[in-house]
């Protein structure tokens, strides 16, 4: 009887990697963290940006609701229009406070945390349409260009 010798296709080792080297995920660490140290500020004036925003929405509707009541009444109630006005970032207030028969009224948007920071300050808008900030910074800056 003959012997077959049957011969197996020897394999290569593998040497072929799955996954990352150490290297590779320290460089590629640092990139992320480059990328994120240049994204949060700019996130972070974008969100203070939408914060001031609203604020000024907020004065604006408010001055709008004295308006209609000096319209249907012959003067201002600064006691009235300011429920629903405070939100997480600004606290609003408008003056004097509590008049129910006054000739004018100012509504004033005060920041707070973050948004005090970001060189507008105080927002405020009157009975004359006058708009005003307590910051350093230009006006139309604070205000949106409105």
Same mark, same amino acid.
């Given at each position: 009887m003959t012997r077959r010798v049957m011969h197996r296709r020897a394999r290569a080792p593998s040497h #072929?990697? %799955?996954g %990352? #080297?150490?290297l590779e995920l320290? =460089?590629?660490m640092a990139v992320i963290a480059v990328l994120v140290g240049l994204a949060m500020p700019i996130y972070q004036q974008y969100v203070i940006r939408a914060h001031r925003a609203e604020a000024v929405r907020i004065l604006l509707g408010a001055a709008a609701c004295q308006e209609r009541l000096r319209a249907a009444n012959g003067h201002y109630?600064? $006691?009235r229009c300011a429920s629903g006005?405070?939100?997480g970032h600004y606290a609003f207030l408008i003056e004097p406070p509590g008049e129910t028969e006054a000739l004018e009224f100012r509504v004033v948007a005060m920041p707070r945390r973050a948004a005090a920071a970001d060189g507008c300050g105080s927002l405020s808008l009157d009975h004359a349409g006058s708009r005003a900030i307590t910051g350093s910074r230009? =006006? $139309?800056d604070c205000w949106g260009g409105r």
């Open positions: #072929g990697r %799955f %990352f #080297g150490l320290v =460089i590629a109630d600064t $006691s006005l405070d939100t230009a =006006i $139309s």
